[in-house]
């Protein structure tokens, strides 16, 4: 599995690896069924501790991005992943706040922002021109 972690970013290695299986699933590059590495082989891939991986492994769980299986593995479960959009933006509510409160302090347009996320729908869905 590639996984692409900035060891010099703010942002937790756990997230980084959240977000690198989820941008996963929503490319196509992670389908329904597949299976990941153990929290053991993934730690040893991308040179982090088996507990960081753990926890970002139990953070997707817990999100039901994939489902754990004792003595069996790890699995995207990618049909479920999205209950409702009522708890998709519940659970994503402030990085979305965040990026948008950053966008009005900066004063980019809203159609600029809507664009942008457009865009990034296109790219990870292999919709672009």
């Known amino acids: 599995m590639l996984l ?38 993934l730690g040893a891939e991308i040179g982090v501790n ?28 990618a049909g479920n992943a999205a209950k409702n959009a009522a708890e998709f933006l519940q659970a994503s509510g402030d990085p979305l706040q965040a990026i948008v409160s950053e966008a009005i302090t900066r004063r980019v347009d809203r159609a600029v922002l809507h664009q942008m996320i457009d865009h990034l729908y296109d790219e990870l869905e292999g919709n672009e021109p």
């Open 4 to 41: 692409s972690i900035d060891f010099g970013s703010d942002q937790p290695i756990y997230m980084q690896i959240r977000n690198g299986i989820v941008t996963g699933i929503a490319s196509g590059q992670l389908q329904d069924g597949d299976a990941l590495p153990s929290v053991r082989t």
């Open 50 to 77: 088996l507990h960081t991986v753990n926890k970002a492994y139990k953070l997707l769980q817990s999100e039901g991005f994939i489902e754990i299986q004792r003595s069996r593995g790890t699995f995207i479960k």
